[in-house]
Antibody, heavy 117, light 107 residues
């Protein structure tokens, strides 16, 4: 059974950093692209970043480029999202996502990130 | 960025009724279109990928169609468990973008 379990969320002040982790199991992690998608009641679902199977290619939405870094450790079956210079508009539920091609076929349960002073 | 416009924003359907949800892309996306269902407090679940391919385990009453910029999701025979919010998503080019969602309720 495919499982994606996020951790690392919480309350953080604007300008500070937070690192999300996603532990994957139930599939060959190194064979799949991975992504982070976030959701808010006002903006809905927003793709944040993607990373290729080997980690050599990364992609970001413009609003997080230069502030967020997606990475993966295939030996640990884990992907990460390092979030720096956080802003209030980054407040959201963040989902770890597996994407075999152009869609997400499995989602984690989500982790809440709140950016507030 | 490619904009995805979903319609309607909400609808109510009777048991057994056939329901259609539309998704319009701001430019052609070559069938790189997925549909998801999300229930309250849960993560989205993939229903359809590649515009018309049914994800494993998804009931056959769900179907997807379309081409170019216009796509649709059809539920042939509304069931109580089909209540939720439905989203389309284009994977044609980054940034991936989602529609605003369609809330489906049982009448």
């Amino acid at each position: 059974e495919v499982q994606l379990v996020e951790s690392g969320g919480g309350l953080v002040q604007p300008g500070r950093s937070l690192k999300l982790s996603c532990a994957a199991s139930g599939f060959t992690f190194s064979n799949y692209g991975m992504a982070w998608v976030r959701q808010t009641p006002t903006k809905g679902l927003e793709w944040v970043a993607s990373i290729s199977t080997g980690g050599g290619n990364t992609y970001y939405r413009d609003s997080v480029k230069g502030r967020f870094t997606i990475s993966r450790d295939n030996a640990k079956n884990t992907q990460y999202l390092q979030m720096d210079s956080l802003r209030s508009e980054d407040t959201a539920t963040y989902y770890c996502a597996r994407h075999p091609w152009e869609e997400v076929d499995y989602w984690g349960q989500g982790v809440m990130v709140t950016v507030s002073s | 960025d490619i904009q995805m416009t979903q319609s309607p924003a909400s609808l109510s359907a009777s048991l057994g009724e056939t329901v259609s949800i539309e998704c319009l892309a701001s430019e052609g996306i070559s069938n790189s279109l997925a549909w998801y269902q999300q229930k309250p407090g849960k993560s989205p679940q993939l229903l359809i990928y590649g515009a018309s391919s049914l994800q494993d385990g998804v009931p056959s009453r769900f179907s997807g169609s379309g081409s170019g910029t216009q796509y649709s999701l059809k539920i042939s025979g509304m069931q109580p468990e089909d209540e939720g919010v439905y989203y389309c998503q284009q994977g044609y080019k980054y940034p991936w973008t989602f529609g605003g969602g369609t809330k489906l309720e049982l009448k």
